[in-house]
């Protein structure tokens, strides 16, 4: 038994207990093997799902089975494991924030079997949310099971994250930057490290298992000035896709909600739309990592008219998939958008400038993917970087970042918050490291309590008042029932000044009569980010904690202004 | 040397509940095992220095300074004594001549002290009223005295005082004290004494020093029954 205590808690390692970075980069390979394994199983099931259903693809019945696909996912995750629709990646963001990156452990497999059997049977969806949420769940649990804290429990959170999306991208660099940039928000050696660790250790699992591979191969540009100006120009099509798909998806969101039917048939109702459109268009369905390799390799060979089509036809079915309730994510559409963005802005090019001899639109598809990414994300190093790995495009770089940053400063003029953070901006859950929230949410109403304030009853004459005054330290006195000790009201220190001096009301007034009764209260569980809310809103300097009736002590500017600072102090340290 | 959570709450100036936030967060250095917390003293000054926090042990409960009440009247009084006769035929004189009988006070001090309570006088008057004086200096004798003094004067013959109420002063109590709060102390439980108009009779018989004292000690015992109440 003692063996397994001591086991469990290897913070107390006498190794570990020097210094807890060791610890951490111990548990960070440890998590960044077991998302990278997470996110190689997903990948094969959809190879296996998609080559075997690959043979039904010339039915006239197809369109249905991406109907069937998203509605079993969505009864999956309603009946069975009982978890919200969705991405699922604002939940990640908003426990780290919250709970200290507390995360269940079925997250770890659900998502997996959910988007599996939407993009598999032909959904418009990516599979990196559902490795994101499995390997950040897993780097939840592997810290639980550890006893580590809080802060550790977030780095593994990120680990988890990093790895799976290195693993699946086998891009190590871009694991890494989309897990600070996106899921941890902190830009501080103690989260970089372990994360750039599990990365790695993702990225290599996956090449263990998988092969060395560059997922879509390694092209060389001859890249001119010319062709670096005109990557501006893609950089506001894809701002405009971009916000055209953030648009899409929230207005299906509110159309499919008006639908009065179960979750599962609305979600068969947006696969069976998707699976229409696939009829006509193959491009859109799946998670369509294949397209494009084609399109990066200009073997696409669609007319201006067709190309184009297609991204809107891509954009709506990815609308269609996921605002009706299909499982996965956004990453994989965005990169199919972006490369059909690209080839179009190509094809666009060549026809209004013939006599130029633009780069093919392999290049173009690539600035597409990265712009697409950085708008739908707002995160444009994880856009640079991940387009930079995947497809081994050094050379591209320049026009990399420019199409990134420019898409991402036009696409937050329109939609300021992200995809991602959409929702947790809506409901003022977007809590990063920091901030004003987060140092409030943080903090909790009995941390703040005073508890030396003297009570008085209601039935007291003034002249005992007067000898109390003479004993208590502060302003505001709680009135209590004598017999139930309800609290009735306060008593402030103003409000009996002008008579304080005057000794003909000593025995004539009584406390019951000057008591303040609509007195605003808190409760102990408040969030203390409301009760200042309260405090600023009523121009109040204190207010009393009451629970069940009973008062309980009292919440002043003063103390809050004296914890907050302890509190950011301890939370906001630059190293 | 091993702290308690309550102590590094204490040393932190912060609640438990807070320390044990902080400890789950896992933003301060100690380590919960599963039968308490390990606490490395060094580690965790060192650590509140870095993020610039207030960081002081609790004093022991044995070498904490203990909050002396202040000093009482019938101690005060005890140690400036009673002086009778003083002669003087007006304000100044009268305080001169009590100050130059004040035994415990050296001869150099003896000027000052006139001085500083010649100067208060002239702000306002310290005659309260029913023939009584309060003489005092305007700021405490911090590193003069170490104890509060009241030294009570009989003057020979009443003399005008300009006090509040216009009546010729009898009897002075000059009151040196260390601090001012020691200083508000008495003369606030002075001025209770004086309030009693069976007080300032028994003042007008010239009484000697025992029955004065005992006097006093009944106010005292009054004060601390009001005190426990």
Known sequence: MRILRWWRYPGNWPIFRFDDRLLLILMAVIVGIFSGLSSVVLNRSLLIMSEWLHRYQHFWWFFALPAAGAALSSLFLEKVVREGAGHGVPEVIYSVSRYGGLLRLRSSVTRLVSSCLTIGSGGSAGPEAPVVISGAAIGSNIAKYFSLNDRQRVALVGCGAGGAIASIFNAPIAGMVFAVEVIVGEWKSVNIVPIAIASVAGAEICRLLQGNQIPFGHHVFKIDFLNIVASLGLAVLSAAATILQTRMLRSMHTISHKVPAPMWVRAAIGGCMVGIIGLYLPVVLGEGYHWTEILIEGRYGQILTIVALASFAKIAATALTLGWGGSGGIFAPCLVIGSLVGVTYHHLLVLFWPSISWVNEGYYALLGMAGLISGMLQAPLTGIFLIV??????????????????????????????????????????????????????????????????????????????????????????????????????????????????????????????????????????????????????????????????????????????????????????? | MKLTINEVAQSLRVPVSTVDRWIRQGRIPIQRTDNGYLVDESTLEKWAKMYKLPFSLPKKASDAKRQTPPDNLLPAMKRGGLLYNIKGDDRETALKNAVDNIHFLSDNIKDAMYQGLLEREHLTSTGVGKGVAIPHPRTPLKDLISNAIIATCFLAVPVDFHAIDGRPVFVMFILLSPSTKSHLHLLSRLSFCIRENAFVDFLKTTPDSTTFFSKIADFENRFAIGDRN
Not at chain 1, 443 to 467: A, G, I, K, Y
Request: proline content about 5%.
């Open chain 1, 389 to 575: 790995e995947i497809t081994g495009g050094w050379q591209v770089i320049v026009p990399l970042i420019i199409v990134s940053v420019v898409t991402t400063t036009i696409c937050h003029y329109f939609e300021p918050a992200s995809y991602y953070l959409k929702d947790l901006v809506d409901h003022g859950h977007l809590l990063r490291p920091g901030t004003d929230e987060r140092i409030l949410s943080d903090l909790n109403v009995t941390e703040l309590l005073e508890q030396d304030c003297v009570t008085v009853h209601p039935s007291m004459l003034l002249r005992d008042f007067v000898d109390i005054i003479k004993h208590s330290h502060r302003n505001y006195f709680p009135v209590e029932d004598e017999k139930t000790g309800d609290f009735l009201g306060i008593v402030h220190l103003d409000d009996i000044r002008p008579y304080l001096f005057d000794p003909v009301m000593y025995d004539t007034v009584f406390l019951g009569q000057i008591m303040r009764t609509q007195v605003e209260v808190v409760h102990p569980d408040d969030d203390v980010l409301d009760v200042v809310r309260k405090m600023d809103v009523k121009g109040l300097y204190s207010i009393p904690v009451v629970v069940n009736h009973k008062y309980l002590g009292l919440i002043s500017k003063a103390t809050i202004l004296d914890q907050y600072r302890k509190e950011l102090m301890v939370q906001c340290h630059l190293l």
